[in-house]
């Protein structure tokens, strides 16, 4: 079983930066795709950045050039850095570990973007 763990949330002024992490247990995390996806109360959860086990990112393109992903496979950790924040980035912020046939979710850490 894996268990994801989110952390890094919190409040931020606009134009500010926040980095999220997501710590992974288990034994596949090298071998999986990490996703970071946000949600707002009654839309859908949406993809914000991903990124392969070689390495390959993918970003929305509402983020492109604020939001970095990066991962750290010997600590099994992914990390979101975001800069240049605006009020829209206000969502819970959660990471999805996928591999064949499986799909993991972290519980959600909190974004609030605000003056």
């Known amino acids: 079983q894996v268990q994801l763990v989110e952390s890094g949330g919190g409040l931020v002024q606009p134009g500010g930066s926040l980095r999220l992490s997501c710590a992974a247990s288990?034994?596949?995390?090298?071998?999986?795709?990490i996703g970071w996806y946000r949600q707002v109360p009654g839309k859908q959860r949406e993809l914000v950045a991903s990124?392969?086990?070689?390495?390959?990112?993918n970003y929305a393109d509402s983020v492109k050039g604020r939001f970095t992903i990066s991962r750290d496979n010997a600590k099994s950790t992914v990390y979101l850095q975001m800069n240049s924040l605006r009020p829209e980035d206000t969502a819970v912020y959660y990471c999805?570990?996928?591999?064949?046939?499986?799909?993991?979710w972290g519980q959600g850490t909190q974004v609030t973007v605000s003056s």
């Open positions: 999805k570990l996928t591999i064949p046939g499986r799909v993991y």
């Open positions: 288990g034994s596949i995390f090298r071998f999986s795709t």
């Open positions: 990124i392969t086990k070689v390495g390959s990112t």
